[in-house]
């Protein structure tokens, strides 16, 4: 597609629900991140795919955040056991291509609410 | 660590100029970035400056960049009621793909 697509739009989930979040990005981009934007606040990187190497997960909050990529296409972000401290919009962002660009293109977002 | 501060409102009258600040502590920033996000929307990037520049002109935006103070500014030509959102500065170094983002500067136009 013409830009990051992030499904859903919205999520509502129970406490103690495990939920997924997926992340389209740009077609022929190598680099894809996740961030997390709670309310009024800016975004906090999570985890950072680069092709084929190992992610840098060093943002991730805790063990129950994890994500997987597949090659250089979908990623999904899965949170286990959600907290209503997980309630947030969740950013995806893809970044390279042939001209090697770095600049991040962001999706729409995951709004997560956390009951 | 790294970290980006901004100012959180700014208001200011249409056709006014708005100038939005930012200061970073990273003295190994290479990138800076402005992005904007509108209400229930993700961000759009506006522009960016690389450190080794202290200036970059597109058509209504103007940035400055002081490397030496580590500060950054956003200025808005000719403001209009569109341009209000929130602005997001960010950074990033050579050591670091990830953006480290400031909490963003809620810019109000009013008529």
């Known amino acids: 597609g013409a830009g990051v697509s992030q499904s859903p739009s919205n999520k509502v989930t129970e406490k103690g629900k495990d939920v997924e979040l997926r992340c389209d990005p740009i077609s022929g981009h190598t680099a894809l991140y996740w961030y997390r934007q709670r309310l009024g606040q800016g975004l906090e990187f999570l985890i950072y795919f680069q092709g084929n190497s190992a992610p840098d997960k060093s943002g991730l909050p805790s063990d129950r955040f994890s994500a997987e990529r597949t090659g250089e296409s979908v990623s999904t972000l899965t949170i286990q056991r959600t907290q209503q401290e997980d309630s947030a919009v969740y950013l995806c962002a893809s970044s390279g291509g042939l001209a090697g660009t770095e600049t991040q293109y962001f999706g729409p977002g995951t709004r997560l609410l956390v009951l | 660590g790294e970290d980006v501060e901004q100012s959180l409102f700014l208001s200011v009258r249409e056709g006014d100029s708005s100038v939005i600040n930012c200061t970073y502590t990273?003295?190994?920033?290479?990138?800076l970035y402005w992005y904007k996000q509108e209400p229930g929307a993700g961000l759009q990037l506006l522009t960016y400056?690389?450190?080794?520049?202290d200036m970059k002109q597109d058509q209504r935006l103007t940035v400055l960049l002081n490397k030496k103070d580590k500060h950054l500014s956003l200025r808005i030509a000719d403001t209009q009621t569109g341009d209000s959102a929130i602005y997001f500065c960010a950074e990033r170094n050579t050591g670091r793909r990830a953006l480290t983002f400031g909490s963003g500067t809620r810019l109000q136009v009013q008529p």
């Open positions: 400056i690389f450190s080794n520049m």
């Open positions: 990273d003295s190994s920033s290479t990138y």
